[in-house]
């Protein structure tokens, strides 16, 4: 479960065997479940949407003037994250980083309408919803922006009020644990019960500074390589199979 050829080899019994056991491994003890919204979720920057709201931002800050509060790397980067970041360490906590920040708000509520859900994820949130785990999502979006999409599947009541998404103190995103650890505390979760589900490796990264258990969910090859190289050991390129466990490892409990 942690190569690419171990995805491909995916329809080999013995592969699926070893996948399911060591998913199950991974989730028995679970009683808390953290989401990464982007990726493990739905798709909020499909295809090249991402680059396009980066370059919308660096317009924003041209046609202020603004231009030269970015490198000209970040002035060509196709994420709006790190565009944000750029400046938010130009002028940290400024009337700047606040517009430019709602702007990338506005950005992510418009794309809500659009956005498509992960392959089987609606299924896998409430059946571990309730079976009794509880979820959160910790993630660098806007809790606004997951907040509609949450109500646009009718998740809302599987998470509420677990949301924490990016705030104003923008040197708290991830890979800094700040959310993992707001969502920890306010569940009184144990990081030894916990599992965070993500497909960055910031999310790793976040989830290891927070002690949390993490599952990679990495959709194509790039994606997987990345995780790996930031140290994820457990990758699913699917979350069918952490569906069909979680739901056998709930109706065991329920027996």
Not at 90 to 113: K, M, N
Request: hydrophobic share 40%; with cysteine.
């Amino acid at each position: 479960m942690t190569s690419d050829s171990t995805q491909s080899d995916a329809t080999h019994p013995g592969a699926v065997d070893e996948e399911t056991e060591t998913l199950r491994s991974l989730i028995t003890s679970v009683r808390f479940v953290l989401f990464d919204f982007d990726g493990p979720i739905c798709h909020l920057f499909p295809g090249d949407t991402a680059k396009r709201v980066a370059e919308a931002q660096v317009r924003w800050l041209e046609e202020r003037g603004l231009r030269d509060l970015l490198a000209d790397g970040v002035r060509e980067e196709p994420d709006p994250y790190k565009v944000l970041r750029a400046v938010d360490l130009r002028s940290p906590g400024s009337d700047l980083v606040a517009e430019l920040e709602e702007h990338l708000t506005q950005q992510e509520l418009g794309l809500v309408a659009t956005a498509m859900p992960t392959a089987y994820v609606d299924p896998l949130i409430r059946t571990w919803s309730a079976v009794g785990a509880r979820l959160a999502v910790t993630t660098n979006n806007s809790p606004r922006a997951v907040g509609r999409y949450l109500a646009s599947r009718g998740l809302t009541e599987c998470f509420a009020p677990h949301v924490y998404g990016r705030t104003h103190d923008l040197h708290l995103l991830k890979p800094h644990p700040h959310c993992v650890r707001r969502a920890l505390d306010a569940m009184g979760a144990a990081p030894d019960e916990t599992l965070m589900i993500g497909d960055a490796p910031s999310d790793h990264v976040a989830a290891r500074a927070a002690g949390v258990r993490f599952l990679g969910y990495a959709r194509n090859a790039r994606k997987a390589e990345r995780l790996r190289a930031a140290g994820a050991t457990h990758l699913v390129g699917s979350l069918e199979p952490l569906l069909k466990v979680v739901y056998a490892v709930g109706d065991i409990k329920a027996r």
